[in-house]
């Protein structure tokens, strides 16, 4: 079955052709560097990232560009309040940033360009609409001139009679028309500037993606991704000044995910229920944060609660004991002396197996619906839980059931990230000194001293210790 996702731009799901084949050009909208990035933005992260490593599993070869916008009026703002230079808000910024996606298991990008390193690039792409009669000039600003284009509208399907009519000019934005954009902002007292053939000033907010990816990726590129509130304007002007400029198609796709709501209510710093990405990973473990984020299918809302977080550390907790399940058997079955060595042998449960891989890639085949995916990811679990309790266990059976598993998480990016929250074990028990007091505890089961052995695992269990009494022993380990 051939990938399918919703497109933007013509409203329904289509097929994946790329302009080369098996390989995808992929630019994501970056963030623009003023402060640590919050949970909405965290999830347009997470969601491509899984977009990209999903097509990677799939065998596409993919080329994927995020950028930074390191130039803007809230930066400037930002370093106006703390008496920093811009540059050095924007460094400390994007080096935050890398920190708390690193955090999440969000996979550094191909290319990650800031606008400040192609102001010549931006330049010349400005020239070339004036000459092409695309934009003006105007007290050394330079504007888009949206007659100029006539598909302007047509991602977010609204007539430029409309847009006209719901724009206003303001007093200081010397421009033909109200939808007439910057592409080169004139030079304030006091802000960075660059020089150019306009006059001293700066780009505006839409050129630099449209610029960054004709550097990084072309003249064309196979999926444009970004939150919804990108639709209009920001890739809406991407798309004119791209396609004025070439001619000819800027994106075959564009992608964009739903909002992420807190408590039922729109995120907003003035209701107080802001929550940065870098807070929130402080309190919770990033792999379940992830998770949560992954819950829903991507185009719609997700509404954050505590319970939701609540249900998705549980729910990651089902799949680590499932994990760890198998591990165990795998150790008892290794290790059992040689006239048992045939329940070594015997034909792992392919077809259940391969089963639960298809219905894994027919969600993620749906436009990426990762909801119907992690179903899957649970019915794996639940059909491995259900192997281990049979009579017919080998080793090439269990073994295949935890590289299944492994082999859904990672396309779902949620191996090799923190299951804990950062520092709730500094200061806690030793590994010694857990299995001294297990120690205790067994001989207190032997003595019947239930009472003694129940005291023992639940002062282990307030220092975060998971105590798991099994056929093959008792293990543990840190929650």
């Known amino acids: 079955m051939a990938i399918r996702l919703y497109n933007t731009m013509t409203g329904q799901k289509e097929e994946l052709r790329t302009i080369e084949p098996g390989k995808v050009r992929f630019y994501a909208c970056g963030p623009t560097v003023y402060n640590y990035f919050h949970i909405g933005n965290a999830r347009m992260f997470v969601v491509f990232d899984t977009v990209r490593r999903y097509l990677e599993y799939q065998g596409y070869q993919v080329r994927y560009v995020q950028n930074f916008t390191d130039v803007d009026d809230r930066i400037i703002q930002r370093a106006l309040e703390t008496g920093q230079h811009v540059r ?88 033909d028309d109200p939808t007439d954009f910057a592409l080169w902002k004139a030079a304030k007292p006091g802000e960075e500037f660059w020089d150019s053939p306009w006059g001293p000033g700066r780009p505006g907010w839409h050129i630099e993606c449209s610029v960054m990816n004709l550097k990084h990726l072309g003249e064309e590129i196979d999926i444009h991704a970004g939150g919804r509130d990108l639709v209009f304007p920001h890739h809406e002007n991407e798309i004119a000044q791209s396609e004025a400029r070439s001619g000819h198609t800027f994106a075959r796709y564009w ?31 990033a792999r379940a944060i992830r998770f949560f984020l992954l819950s829903a299918h991507y185009r719609h809302p997700l509404n954050y609660t505590e319970e939701a977080m609540d249900q998705a550390e549980q729910a990651l907790e089902r799949v680590d004991r499932c994990l760890r399940n198998l591990e165990h058997r795998l150790e008892a ?12 042998d015997g034909a792992a449960p392919n077809d259940a197996i391969q089963s639960v891989r298809d219905q894994f890639v027919a969600a993620m085949d749906d436009d990426f619906n990762t909801a119907d995916a992690i179903a899957a990811l649970f019915e794996g679990v639940r059909q491995a839980n259900t192997y281990l309790a049979g009579s017919d266990v080998t080793v090439a059976g269990v073994q295949a059931w ?63 210790i998971v105590i798991e009494d099994t056929p093959q022993g008792t293990r543990w380990y840190r929650r």
């Open 255 to 285: 992608m964009h995910n739903g909002t992420l709501n807190i408590n039922g209510e729109k995120m907003s710093k003035s209701l107080g229920n802001f929550i940065l990405t870098r807070d929130l990973l402080q309190r919770r473990p």
């Open 333 to 344: 079955l290794t290790g059992l002396p040689a006239p048992f060595a045939g329940l070594h």
């Open 88 to 175: 050095d808000v924007a460094d400390f910024y994007i080096q935050a940033y890398f920190e708390d996606a690193d955090a999440l298991g969000i996979r550094r990008a191909d290319v990650h360009p800031r606008v400040t390193e192609c102001i010549p690039d931006i330049i010349r792409f400005i020239q070339d609409l004036i000459d092409g009669g695309h934009a003006y000039v105007r007290d050394g600003n330079v504007w888009f001139d949206t007659s100029s284009f006539p598909g302007y509208g047509k991602l977010s399907h609204q007539s430029l009679e409309d847009m006209q009519a719901g724009f206003r000019i303001e007093v200081n934005e010397n421009k």
């Open 402 to 464: 935890k590289d299944l598993l492994e082999e859904l998480l990672g396309v779902l990016g949620l191996t090799g990230i923190a299951a804990e929250v950062p520092n709730a074990a500094a200061g806690s028990i030793a590994e010694d000194e857990v299995e001294q007091r297990l120690a205790e505890r067994a001989e207190a089961r032997k003595r019947r001293d239930f009472a003694r052995a129940d005291a023992i695992r639940d002062e282990l269990e307030r220092q975060g």
